[in-house]
């Protein structure tokens, strides 16, 4: 639900702010929670528990950073997100969908709603740049003319319209990358989950997927980074979740800049 009136100048402010004030901006005048994880714990099979009573939410337009030690917890805490795991207790909430009592005919529904892109972008070697973009599509019967208007708009937002023929082999691994967040937001998603997306990339390239990912957020997606790179999360100055050994440590909020 958006707080302030519905006008033209609240529609148009957060383009004009820079970015710690667009978030604090966003923050207080937006209310649509995408996000919001109340006392959720996850106990595997093996009596291992990944999280314990994690409490946090994450707005529309929200561009956060999860990070932690391997094995803190960051990669479940994005797979309870795409319902492939669930709560052991407390409550989960993604976009409108009640994670605790979603059915098998609804996760599907649930999982086009949101992009992921993973460290191995998993492009297939076999099919060209525009029709790796497009299997998401294909799968779910997208009409030709209209699959091929929305795979070359996700191609432009990445950059890489022209090198829709390419082959994956052709591409460096950034561009590798941006050809998997276009495939992540083929669909247009309000979501994207992102896990350790710049792990084989070098800085410059980092930087490059990230920017894609601030570009999203500008347009009100609500993103959610597991990563590593506390050089990158430092220079970027975004809100960041800290995760230890299952538990939320801290939750970082970006600095307001002067
Ligand atoms: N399917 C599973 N069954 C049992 N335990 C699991 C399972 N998946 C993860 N774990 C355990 O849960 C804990 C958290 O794992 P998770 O993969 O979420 O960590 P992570 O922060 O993503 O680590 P990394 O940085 O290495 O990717 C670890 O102790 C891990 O061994
Ligand atoms: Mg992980």
Known sequence: MICGPFTLKNLLTPFFLNDSSRYNYIAKNTALSMI???SVSKRYADGQEALSNISFELSKGELAFITG?????KSTLLKLILAMESPSSGQLIANGVNLNRISGNQIAKHRRQIGTVFQDHQLLHDRSVFDNVALPLEICGYQPKE???RVRAALDKVGLLKKERSFPEALSGGEQQRVGIARAVVNRPSIILADEP???LDPVLSAEVIKVFGQFRSV???LLVASHDAALIERLNCRTLVLD???LLADQKPAVQP
């Open 69 to 73: 030690h391997s094995g803190a917890g």
């Open 147 to 149: 699959a091929r208007r």
């Open 198 to 200: 710049t792990g084989n």
């Open 245 to 247: 050994s299952g538990k």
């Open 220 to 222: 009100g997606v609500c």
């Open 36 to 38: 919001k994880f109340d």
